[in-house]
């Protein structure tokens, strides 16, 4: 068992006998403002989720719903200014890191918690072959020499399932296919062995071969080492693949959070049911029509009154165009935002 300074622990019943489970991240009333000529704009406002040791936690929503920006926010990225984290916790370990210096986030960062940006050609350094990357990540969180960290380096390509890592690891990102730089991406990732993996859109620029490919390496990756992972997507069909727990966003609010088996067999929001009947399927159902979330995101710097989404609902009703809703547990762990329920 941990020690309560590290992990806050709770236990759950089940027909196996006690489960431990483990909070590795908390995240409590997250709240990241961008201060701008044309106003305040509320990115993140008031977001809570938690990541369980060895667990996948998506997060999904439209492009501009806040997803980055949040994880961008855990590992103090932002921009400041024109970016500022106006309120919140965020516990790695039971420690805030947001009470933490610049000098201490940079020993965390890439060593306890790493993350795989949504471009890997953008994010790997061309000048530089894949392997001195790594090594320079290796290097500058562990005290090892820089033989072991190369072979560190092979290992971890070879990890991943780069072919013939011992001579990929002198090529340069133009060198490598964009399935192979994700992979060398996800390699640079893991190389110091990270508690908690932030994949930011880790298969957007990939196709669906190559899709499957790497989120099959991470669930195994997973399976092997017990890594935390907290996938950013706007794609269901990955959640449905990957995660344990899912949490939904919309303009900058959290709007749903549960299991993934409830948000597919019984989503509550209509921003969710939204989502999926977006999705095509297949069957005989494939006739149907997709039926697209009508209007567009509203403008973060000038919000609505009430619910964000209203202006978008076909349930709305009056208060929803006059009161903001509460997030409230509809079922045991299931937290949903909506006064139409």
């Known amino acids: 068992m941990f020690h309560t300074a590290y992990f806050t622990e709770y236990y759950i019943f089940s027909l196996e006998g006690l489960v431990l489970a483990e909070k590795l991240l908390q995240v409590k009333n997250l709240k990241t403002h961008f201060f701008t000529k ?26 501009g719903s806040g997803k980055t920006i949040t994880v961008m926010s855990l590992l103090r990225l932002i921009p400041q200014p024109p970016g500022k984290i106006v309120d919140g916790e965020v516990l790695f370990k039971g420690e805030d890191l947001l009470k933490k210096t610049e000098k201490q986030m940079r020993k965390i960062r890439g060593n306890e918690i790493s993350m795989i940006f949504q471009d890997p050609m953008t994010s790997l350094n061309p000048v530089m072959t894949v392997g001195q990357q790594i090594i320079e ?26 072919p013939e890592p011992s001579q990929r690891v002198d090529d340069y990102p133009h060198q490598f296919s964009g399935g192979m730089r994700q992979r060398a991406m996800i390699a640079m990732a893991l190389a110091c062995n990270p508690e908690l993996l932030i994949a930011d859109e880790p298969t957007t620029a990939l196709d669906v071969t190559i899709q499957a490919q790497i989120l099959e390496l991470m669930q195994k990756l997973q399976s092997d080492l017990g890594t935390s992972i907290l996938l950013i997507t706007h794609d269901l069909g990955v959640v449905a693949e990957s995660c344990h727990q899912v949490l939904v966003m919309y303009a900058g609010n959290p709007v749903e959070k549960a299991d993934v088996e409830s948000i597919f067999e019984k989503p509550r929001h209509p921003y969710t049911l ?8 297949l069957g005989e159902e494939q006739r149907e029509r997709l039926r697209p979330i009508e209007g567009n995101p509203p403008n973060l710097s000038s919000l609505p009154d009430g619910c964000n989404f209203a202006p978008r609902c076909d349930r709305a009703e009056e208060i929803c165009l006059k009161s903001e809703p509460r997030v409230k547990e509809v079922e045991p762990g299931h937290w949903v935002s909506c006064h139409c329920l």
């Open 137 to 162: 990540a290796v290097t500058y969180h562990q005290k090892v020499t820089k033989k072991k960290a190369r072979k560190k380096a092979i290992e971890a390509l070879g990890l991943v399932g780069i």
């Open 274 to 281: 939204g989502l999926l009947h977006s999705l095509p399927k």
């Open 38 to 63: 044309e106003g305040v704009v509320k990115a993140v406002d008031g977001v809570d989720f938690d990541v369980e040791k060895g667990q996948t936690l998506g997060i999904v929503g439209e492009s």
